[in-house]
């Protein structure tokens, strides 16, 4: 049975084959379940929000566990099925890491790849959405050309309060997330605090239940989840067959004083905030057509708390990642990590989708991107300290 099937004959060909992979789960984890992952990493102020452990949850039906005042906890306990997928996907705890370094080759500070380059789209209505090269859409584009992948999880623009994520079959709803990347998206479901983070596994979810072949967009925490959830065989990461990880130095969150707080460094309103972009600082762009430019470390202020911990800038486990660091502006970094990848890229590069930039240094923009890794990965080992954890058993 092909999994496009393109119409229903109630074969059943569709419906998902691969179970959640227990033993394995047993093996690596031990016997773990919610209340570790509380205990080890939401009580310790570690969850990084990615929502993999309430988006999955086996006894999601029976509403085990959900998201209550900005974090994951039990709504009913007694329904928690024990069976460890939680604590193995999350990507705050240590299990699978080392399962994930060998098969994803991982080394300090940024990960394996086999080649870079700084890339820019040669389509004119996605130059002029993009936020750097728009290599991204115009990948996405290509691969949904070439029939590699059915479609796309990004996130959809719809002003800068209100970003979603979204399923893009087609270029026409490509293009509407294109540049969508730091505007400011959804609030935390049951707080009033907007956030530039876009929860993209939610939509994950019911995808499972189509043959569908998808490529993910995403940070690495989120990038690291779906991993984790591939090597356990966790449906429906068995749809997604390309993954590309954007560089995520941190994220922010928008209270009403971090608002005032952004508002008075840009000497501006929210409101007039055209595009948002990250490199080694935030760029703003207003609509009065200004750029702001701020330095990360004067941010602290508005960082998401979630974030402090994390370790990872260059997204290692995803298939390429992606920055506007190392490249001038209009283009987009890009590490292929494997060979799949690079050939992918290489023959989108042939096939008219992009220019390279003819004078891009890929030492000086190695450099770069590995300065920023490893800036990003002492500022989370200080934060580790300071919650008291021993910085060893981050690896
Ligand atoms: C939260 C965040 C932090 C970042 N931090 C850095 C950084 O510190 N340094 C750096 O160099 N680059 C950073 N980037 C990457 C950079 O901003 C660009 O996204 C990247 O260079 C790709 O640009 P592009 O023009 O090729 O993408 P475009 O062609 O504009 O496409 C971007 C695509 O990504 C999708 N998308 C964006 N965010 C998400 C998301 N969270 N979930 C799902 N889909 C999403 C959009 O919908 C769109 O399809 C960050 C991006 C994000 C979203
Ligand atoms: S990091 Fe993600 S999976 Fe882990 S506890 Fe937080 S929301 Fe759940
Ligand atoms: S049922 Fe499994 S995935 Fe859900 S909370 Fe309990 S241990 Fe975690
Ligand atoms: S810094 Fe990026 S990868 Fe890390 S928790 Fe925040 S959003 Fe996720």
Same mark, same amino acid.
């Given at each position: 049975?092909? /999994?496009?099937c393109p119409?229903c004959v109630?074969?059943?060909? @569709?419906v998902p084959?691969?179970?959640?992979?227990?033993?394995k789960i047993r093996?690596?984890v031990?016997?773990k379940?919610?209340h570790?992952?509380?205990?080890?990493v939401?009580?310790?102020?570690?969850?990084?929000m990615?929502?993999?452990?309430?988006t999955?949850?086996?006894?999601?039906t029976?509403?085990?566990i959900a998201?209550?005042?900005g974090?994951?906890?039990?709504?009913n306990?007694?329904?928690c099925?024990?069976?460890?997928?939680c604590?193995?996907? @999350?990507?705050?705890?240590?299990?699978?890491e080392n399962?994930?370094?060998?098969?994803?080759?991982y080394s300090?500070?940024?990960?394996?790849y086999?080649?870079?380059?700084?890339?820019?789209?040669k389509?004119?209505q996605?130059?002029?959405?993009?936020?750097?090269?728009g290599?991204?859409?115009?990948?996405?584009?290509?691969?949904?050309?070439e029939?590699?992948i059915?479609?796309?999880l990004?996130?959809r623009?719809?002003?800068?309060m209100n970003?979603?994520p979204m399923?893009?079959?087609s270029f026409?709803?490509?293009?509407?997330?294109?540049?969508?990347s $730091?505007?400011v998206s959804s609030s935390?479901?049951?707080?009033n605090?907007?956030?530039t983070?876009?929860p993209?596994l939610l939509?994950?979810?019911?995808l499972?239940?189509?043959?569908?072949?998808?490529?993910?967009?995403g940070?690495?925490?989120?990038?690291?989840t779906?991993r984790?959830m591939q090597?356990?065989?966790i449906?429906?990461?068995?749809i997604?067959?390309?993954?590309?990880g954007?560089?995520?130095?941190?994220?922010?969150?928008?209270t009403?004083?971090g608002k005032?707080?952004?508002e008075?460094?840009?000497?501006?309103?929210?409101?007039?905030?055209e595009?948002?972009?990250?490199k080694? /600082?935030?760029?703003i762009? $207003?609509s009065?057509?200004?750029?702001?430019?701020?330095?990360?470390?004067?941010l602290h202020?508005?960082?998401?708390p979630? @974030?402090l911990p994390?370790?990872d800038?260059?997204n290692?486990?995803?298939?390429v990642?992606?920055?506007?660091?190392?490249?001038q502006d209009?283009?987009?970094?890009v590490l292929?990590?494997t060979?799949?990848?690079?050939?992918f890229?290489?023959?989108?590069i042939e096939?008219d989708?992009?220019e390279?930039?003819?004078?891009f240094d890929?030492n000086?923009?190695?450099?770069k991107?590995k300065s920023m890794?490893?800036k990003?990965?002492n500022k989370?080992?200080k934060?580790?300290?300071?919650?008291g954890?021993?910085?060893?058993?981050?690896?």
């Amino acid at each position: 049975m092909s /999994s496009r099937c393109p119409t229903c004959v109630a074969c059943g060909g @569709c419906v998902p084959k691969s179970k959640p992979n227990l033993e394995k789960i047993r093996e690596e984890v031990g016997i773990k379940s919610f209340h570790n992952l509380k205990e080890e990493v939401i009580e310790r102020d570690l969850c990084s929000m990615c929502r993999g452990c309430v988006t999955f949850c086996s006894a999601s039906t029976l509403e085990a566990i959900a998201i209550l005042k900005g974090k994951p906890d039990y709504i009913n306990e007694k329904n928690c099925l024990k069976c460890g997928i939680c604590y193995a996907i @999350c990507p705050r705890t240590s299990s699978l890491e080392n399962s994930l370094r060998e098969k994803y080759n991982y080394s300090l500070p940024i990960g394996s790849y086999k080649s870079v380059y700084s890339l820019r789209s040669k389509d004119l209505q996605i130059q002029e959405v993009a936020t750097d090269g728009g290599f991204v859409t115009g990948f996405l584009k290509y691969l949904i050309d070439e029939k590699i992948i059915d479609g796309a999880l990004i996130s959809r623009r719809e002003g800068i309060m209100n970003n979603q994520p979204m399923l893009a079959m087609s270029f026409k709803y490509l293009l509407k997330g294109a540049g969508s990347s $730091l505007t400011v998206s959804s609030s935390l479901e049951d707080l009033n605090i907007y956030t530039t983070y876009i929860p993209s596994l939610l939509m994950l979810k019911g995808l499972g239940e189509f043959p569908t072949r998808i490529a993910v967009v995403g940070t690495p925490c989120q990038i690291t989840t779906i991993r984790k959830m591939q090597l356990l065989k966790i449906v429906p990461s068995n749809i997604v067959n390309f993954t590309i990880g954007l560089f995520c130095y941190e994220n922010f969150q928008f209270t009403e004083d971090g608002k005032s707080f952004l508002e008075d460094k840009i000497s501006a309103k929210i409101s007039e905030i055209e595009k948002i972009n990250v490199k080694d /600082s935030m760029i703003i762009k $207003l609509s009065n057509g200004k750029r702001v430019t701020i330095d990360l470390d004067e941010l602290h202020e508005i960082v998401r708390p979630e @974030c402090l911990p994390c370790l990872d800038f260059a997204n290692w486990t995803a298939d390429v990642s992606v920055g506007g660091l190392g490249s001038q502006d209009g283009y987009t970094t890009v590490l292929a990590r494997t060979n799949q990848a690079k050939s992918f890229v290489e023959r989108s590069i042939e096939r008219d989708y992009f220019e390279e930039n003819s004078t891009f240094d890929k030492n000086e923009a190695l450099e770069k991107i590995k300065s920023m890794a490893v800036k990003k990965r002492n500022k989370g080992l200080k934060r580790l300290e300071e919650l008291g954890l021993d910085i060893k058993e981050f690896g």
